[in-house]
C-alpha cells in the first residue's frame, strides 16, 4: 500500500516538475536537428519512413538525449537528499517502497519524454509528407508486408519505444548511482559514461551479443516480437539496477 502511495506522489511530483516538459521539448528539437539536413537536401521528397530509417535513432546528438533522459525523474534521489525530503519521506513510506517507486517513475519519466520527442515531429510530418511510398512499401518483408502501410505507423512507434526503452534504461543508471555521486555534473553525464564504458569492457572482455545492451536501437527490430523482446530485456537490467539502487539507499542510511 505504501508502494502505491509513493508511486502516486511521485508521479504527480513528476507532472509537475518544468524539467519533464524541458525533456519533452528539449527531444522534439533535437529530432527535429537529427532529420532536418536529410530531409532539406531532399527537398522534403522523402517520406516517414525513410526519415526514420536515416536518421539511425538519434545519431550524433546521443548525448543530448542522454541527458534529456535523466531529467525527468532521475535526479530525484540526488535532490531528496539534498533538500532533507528523504528522511520526512523514510519514516512514512519506508526506504524499500521509496526507492522503488522512484525507479518506476525515472523508468517511465523517461519513456515518455523521449517517445514523445519523436512521436510528436515525426506525426507532424505525416502530415506534409506520406508514411510510406510505394517503392519503399514493395520492399517491406515479413509481418510489415501487409495493410498497404497501414501497420506502418505502430512499427515507426515500436522503434521510436525501443530507442525510449533504452534511454530509460540509462536514466536508471543514473538513478541508481546518485546515490554515490553528489557531483551534480558527473551524474548528469553518467548514463553516457556507463554507454561508453560498456563498450569498452565488451570489446576487452569479448562478451557476446546477448550481454551487449549499446548494440540495440529502434533498427534492430524486423517485427512486432522483437519490440517486446528487446523491451523485456531492457526491463530485466533495469530490475536488476533496482536491486542495486535500493542496497546502496539502504547502506548509505545504515553509515549515516
Known sequence: MNFFRMIKMDFKRM????KFYFAIAG???VTVLNISQEAM????NVSVYYLVVSSHGVGAFFEVFSVLAVLPFALSYWEDSRNGYLRCIETRIGRT???WSHLVVA???SVISIFLGMAVVYGVLALKIPWIKKEELETLTGGLSYGNGLVLPFYLAARFGVEAVKYAFMAVFALMISGKI???FVLVSTPALFYYASQ???EALQLPGQMRWYQLHGGSIRNFKDFFVIAGYFLILTGMEGVIFVQVVKRRAQNG
Open 182 to 184: 553528489k557531483n551534480l
Open 27 to 29: 527531444a522534439i528539437l
Open 200 to 202: 569498452l569492457v565488451a
Open 41 to 44: 537536401q531532399s527537398r522534403w
Open 97 to 99: 517502497a521509496y526507492c
Open 15 to 18: 507532472f509537475l516538475s518544468g
Open 107 to 109: 523508468f517511465f519519466g
